[in-house]
């Protein structure tokens, strides 16, 4: 059974189709990516699939579960997390905090145990924080836990909005242009990063990416999309050599 199948999906803006008949399946533990030219339609279809647009048509199953038209916080709890092109941090909020508002969904404690402190409350809160801790281990930010997310440099600010995604332990990470403003060296490091995101917590990752390098160099499959519709599918290097492709990109 697919991680992500997606049927036929389609959605209008006053009388434009933005998506028209998308369709992908993306298998289990896969680094799948979604590319095309500017306005696509690649962040619509990720609007799409974590409930910030309910699609007029098609069928979203997630590991085997229909989420088609569910709120976002409930595609959360299901299992999609995701990035943003532009970084989403709680800027005013410490890095521990940041990736301790992830946790919310798996450790929670009721309001007047909270207000009052009550045994419950100190137990939650040691156990956030060191699962907090141990996700930003992961991603070499446990030194800078204290600091206030805005401080971070711009790389690790990344990393930090992938660590508050995954703390919602989720089974599908979705990345919209994670490598969006990176230095060469940055980008690299990002790509390992991925690759160890994929393989220590098993999981299945489809992320929006113009880098060619970066998508080349991680992605196992790859969609197209040009003006809302599918223009190709397959292997990443058989996408990349198509005509089609190329066309689509020199036209962008």
Same mark, same amino acid.
């Given at each position: 059974?697919?991680?992500?199948?997606?049927?036929?999906?389609?959605?209008?803006?006053?009388?434009?189709?933005?998506?028209?008949?998308?369709?992908?399946?993306?298998?289990?533990?896969?680094?799948?990516?979604?590319?095309?030219?500017?306005?696509?339609?690649?962040?619509?279809?990720?609007?799409?699939?974590?409930?910030?647009?309910?699609?007029?048509?098609?069928?979203?199953?997630?590991?085997?579960?229909?989420?088609?038209?569910?709120?976002?916080?409930?595609?959360?709890?299901?299992?999609?997390?995701?990035?943003?092109?532009?970084?989403?941090?709680?800027?005013? $909020?410490?890095? *521990? @905090?940041?990736?301790? #508002? %992830?946790?919310?969904?798996?450790?929670?404690?009721?309001? !007047? =145990?909270? +207000?009052?402190?009550?045994?419950?409350?100190?137990?939650?809160?040691?156990?956030?924080?060191?699962?907090?801790?141990?996700?930003?281990?992961?991603?070499?930010?446990?030194?800078?836990?204290?600091?206030?997310?805005?401080?971070?440099?711009?790389?690790?600010?990344?990393?930090?909005?992938?660590?508050?995604?995954?703390?919602?332990?989720?089974? $599908?990470?979705? *990345? @919209?242009?994670?490598? #969006? %403003?990176?230095?060469?060296?940055?980008?690299?490091?990002? !790509? =390992?990063? +991925?690759?160890?995101?994929r393989d220590k917590f098993e999981m299945t990752i489809l992320l929006i990416e113009h880098d060619?390098?970066?998508?080349?160099?991680?992605?196992?499959?790859?969609?197209?999309?040009?003006?809302?519709?599918?223009?190709?599918?397959?292997?990443?290097?058989?996408?990349?050599?198509?005509?089609?492709?190329?066309?689509?990109?020199?036209?962008?």
């Amino acid at each position: 059974m697919a991680m992500l199948e997606v049927t036929n999906i389609g959605i209008s803006f006053g009388g434009l189709k933005a998506v028209d008949d998308f369709s992908v399946s993306i298998e289990k533990g896969q680094l799948y990516g979604l590319i095309g030219p500017n306005g696509a339609g690649k962040t619509t279809v990720f609007n799409l699939l974590t409930g910030v647009y309910k699609p007029d048509t098609g069928t979203i199953l997630l590991d085997g579960s229909n989420i088609t038209g569910k709120r976002t916080i409930e595609i959360n709890q299901e299992g999609i997390a995701r990035t943003f092109q532009n970084i989403r941090l709680f800027k005013d $909020l410490s890095v *521990l @905090d940041n990736v301790k #508002a %992830g946790l919310h969904n798996h450790y929670k404690y009721s309001t !007047m =145990e909270g +207000i009052l402190r009550l045994p419950r409350y100190h137990k939650v809160e040691k156990a956030m924080n060191e699962r907090a801790m141990e996700l930003l281990k992961v991603f070499d930010l446990d030194q800078e836990a204290d600091y206030k997310a805005s401080n971070l440099p711009y790389g690790k600010q990344r990393k930090l909005e992938i660590a508050r995604a995954l703390a919602t332990e989720p089974k $599908l990470l979705l *990345l @919209d242009e994670p490598a #969006a %403003g990176m230095n060469p060296n940055e980008t690299a490091e990002l !790509m =390992e990063t +991925i690759r160890f995101v994929r393989d220590k917590f098993e999981m299945t990752i489809l992320l929006i990416e113009h880098d060619m390098k970066l998508v080349s160099g991680i992605c196992e499959k790859l969609t197209v999309l040009n003006f809302g519709q599918v223009l190709t599918q397959g292997d990443t290097s058989t996408v990349l050599n198509d005509k089609r492709v190329i066309t689509a990109y020199l036209g962008e």
